[in-house]
């Protein structure tokens, strides 16, 4: 069964620090990765996608890798600033029964604060 | 494109009480997915449906229903409320590049 453990659970800087979260999970056998932010009380709101043929993905201050091999990902945010606190969800792409996309199974989440 | 669209956002239920939740999705997304997220167990997958007129459970399906009228809608029923169920639902579809796409969630309270 995959499981994936996000570290820190909950870390706080001040605002224009880069910073990095961290993401790992049990089975390689992924098809994707996919990194989410959650605000208090709302939705999840996807930041960036990673295929598994793929090592990293950009978006703005946001840079994601994959490593497979190693069952590791990681969430770099550069230039940090208060507009960015949020709870941060990872999820590895799994097939249950080998056929295809069959879900998502998460991470407890890193709660990030920025410092103004 | 309205995305995910869930409804109700909100609802309180006295234990027993059955009620159903409704989701549906405009950008003609084959697979179809509900999740539950409680505080420190992160989200975790009820059931989904990879097309219409197929379901299959997820890692927490006990107690649930599900439905998928059609391609667009996929619905979760409670037969009968337990404050286990206590949560907020989130519904999700697949997009063709393989990435999920959530709704806004329905939070439920179970009394």
């Known amino acids: 069964k995959q499981e994936v453990t996000q570290i820190p659970a909950a870390l706080s800087v001040p605002e224009g620090e880069n910073l990095v979260l961290n993401c790992s999970f049990t089975d390689s056998a992924i098809y994707n990765l996919q990194w989410f932010r959650q605000d208090p009380g709302k939705g999840l709101t996807s930041l960036l996608l990673?295929?598994?043929?793929?090592r990293e993905q950009t978006s703005g201050r946001l840079n994601a890798s994959l490593d497979k091999s190693s069952g590791r990902s990681t969430l770099y945010i550069a230039a940090s600033q208060p507009g960015d606190s949020a709870t941060y969800l990872c999820?590895?792409?799994?097939?249950?029964?080998?056929?295809?996309?069959?879900?998502?199974?998460f991470g407890k989440g890193t709660h990030l604060i920025i410092q103004p | 494109n309205a995305g995910v669209t869930q409804t109700p956002k909100f609802q309180v239920l006295k234990t027993g009480q059955s009620m159903t939740l409704q989701c549906a999705q405009d950008m003609n997304h084959n697979s179809m997915y509900w999740y539950r997220q409680d505080p420190g167990m992160g989200l975790r997958l009820i059931y989904y449906?990879?097309?219409?007129?197929?379901?299959d459970k997820g890692e927490v399906p006990n107690g649930y229903n599900v439905s998928r009228l059609n391609k667009r809608e996929f619905s979760l029923r409670l037969e009968s409320a337990a404050p286990s169920q206590t949560s907020v639902y989130f519904c999700?579809?697949?997009?063709?590049?393989?990435?999920?796409?959530f709704g806004p969630g329905t939070r439920l309270t179970v009394t």
């Open positions: 999700a579809s697949l997009g063709s590049n393989y990435e999920q796409y």
């Open positions: 990673i295929q598994s043929s793929q």
């Open positions: 999820a590895a792409g799994v097939s249950y029964s080998g056929g295809g996309a069959d879900g998502l199974t």
């Open positions: 449906s990879a097309s219409e007129g197929t379901t």
